[in-house]
């Protein structure tokens, strides 16, 4: 599942526009890592905060027709989201 | 080099007999009447018009309204997509071109493909794109992308964002609100 230029461009747009500050993100061909801001992942609530900004960003920048959240095996997270048009991409969120 | 029969006045008779069989051939098209008495065709000259007249309508286009259910003579096939009703055809009547790609704005902004489903999906409706590009030329934000591609944010005062590219197209909508819809004036 390639991302087209279209979607990268414009997720792109919204994930520079709803990720906090210090959170960053790079692009990769299927889709995006974001990764958590330095230091984060020795705070207590680090799990809690990373749920919350995984639901709240794939809520932001989804397709309608299709949305799914899987944890992975070393505690990070995928969101994967299509299109009925043919639109697909993913995004990773990181945990190092 | 061709006689002109109707002007030879021995045949006269046999043509006059001939016009008016031909005339009277409900089944046959005009260009076929016009052929067998040695004329050129015409243009609209295939219709019969006992069942033209049907169509209440000289108009080839009139059928496209009148008649919506009409058959079609399949795509794929010469002259695919017109009208058919037996040896009917019929072109449908031109109108405005639909804008290639994903569709445009009416002020002409073309939607990329995502640009298109954010905007469904989030109720950024044509109009209101439009609106918030022309309401918010003046404070527009310039960015450039992983790419290097440069990008325009036009952004309202509830936070309503449209993203155009260099090209001008649509690249994406959203707003700070539940799942990025538009958010109307209260």
Known sequence: MLMSPDTAQGVYAELSFALKEGWSFIRYPEGFRIKPPPGSQARADFKGLLESEVWRIAQFVHYRDFVSITTNEDGSYTVVSKSDSGNAFQIVFEIE | MRPDLDAIEALSPEREA???????ATFLTANEKRAAIGYGPVDAGDAIK???????????????????????IPAGQREGGQFTLGRFRFRPPAGPKPAPGFGATPKGLKFTKHGRDQATARDFTEQRIDAIVENNARTRVGKVDLDGKKTWEYRDTRGNTVVLNEEGGIVTVYSPGPESKHIPKP
Not at chain 2, 18 to 24: G, M
């Open chain 2, 50 to 72: 006992g069942l033209s007249d049907q169509f209440d309508g000289d108009a080839a286009g009139d059928l496209s309204y009148k008649y919506p259910a009409q058959p079609r």
């Open chain 2, 18 to 24: 001939l016009w008016s069989r031909i005339d009277k």
